[in-house]
């Protein structure tokens, strides 16, 4: 494989980044006993937090929890042989629940990229909302904007990108619109801009028509993950072991894809 097909690869496997994290937790289990599951859960229960006020990660619909995080927690928990529990949090209560061991995990739309709270470990990350670069076959990466003219949401995380790189080459012409779909639509429908900045969330709801004209690779990496408290080293190992199983099956994919849509970084043009 030549360099920039590998490059775009390892940019399309992007959850490939916390390859070392996990290699930590291997040599931490190995440094300390780590308990079977039986021993870890022994009332047979993975306790989730989750947040039902930011779909499509959590909601609540008749008096039911539902959305990406709900069913990642079963599938986690049915992977190791538990029942899944789900207890309500917010933003700042999810990493309490976790600290308190009210919940065992919380996934509750959390962004690693957050500073992490004390006392709190963040999981494997299950998705990525990282900044992708949206255009023709002509621009590869954030180093082929020169003298482009590139789309972005004002005031948005693609707009402090673009302006990065227009502080590393030449004639970068930002231009600015009211929404992620605006400028996105710039490209894949007004042919107005070269290429397009905007967030991966919004980037998959428009995978079909990135497809029929553009290609996507990611410029930045954002993860979602769990909170584990940072004293059950236990229970980070057992979660971590399930989301990397979940992430190799694509179950995974196939979550994000029937919530939100599909990569549009890991589909050809």
Not at 177 to 204: G, H, K, P, Q, W
Not at 231 to 251: G, I
Request: hydrophobic share 50%.
């Amino acid at each position: 494989m030549s360099p920039p097909g590998l490059i775009r690869t390892l940019r399309r496997r992007s959850w490939l980044l916390l390859l070392p994290v996990f290699t930590i937790a291997l040599w931490w289990a190995q440094q300390e006993r780590i308990g079977s599951v039986d021993e870890v859960f022994p009332d047979g229960t993975l306790t989730i937090g989750i947040d039902p006020s930011y779909a499509p990660f959590g909601s609540i619909m008749d008096d039911t929890f539902i959305g990406i995080d709900v069913e990642l927690g079963k599938a986690v928990a049915a992977l190791l042989g538990l029942e899944a529990r789900f207890v309500m949090v917010n933003f700042d209560s999810a990493f309490d629940a976790v600290r308190t061991h009210v919940a065992d995990v919380s996934f509750a739309a959390i962004r690693a990229a957050d500073v992490t709270p004390a006392d709190v470990s963040y999981t494997w990350g299950y998705l990525n909302d990282g900044l992708l670069l949206i255009s023709d076959d002509e621009i590869d990466s954030g180093w082929d904007l020169a003298g482009k003219h590139v789309a972005v949401e004002l005031g948005a995380r693609g707009h402090a990108e673009a302006r990065r790189w227009s502080r590393r080459v030449r004639d970068l012409t930002i231009v600015t619109f009211e929404s992620a779909e605006l400028a996105l639509r710039s490209v894949t429908e007004f042919v107005v801009a070269d290429a397009a900045i905007v967030d991966a969330m919004t980037a998959r709801q428009y995978a079909d028509q990135i497809a029929a004209c553009c290609h996507a690779d990611y410029l930045t990496a954002e993860f979602y993950a769990g909170a584990v408290s940072a004293d059950r080293h236990d229970v980070l190992y057992h979660v971590n072991n399930a989301l990397l199983v979940l992430l190799n099956d694509s179950t995974i994919d196939r979550l994000l894809t029937e919530f939100i849509g599909p990569d549009p970084a890991a589909r050809a043009p």
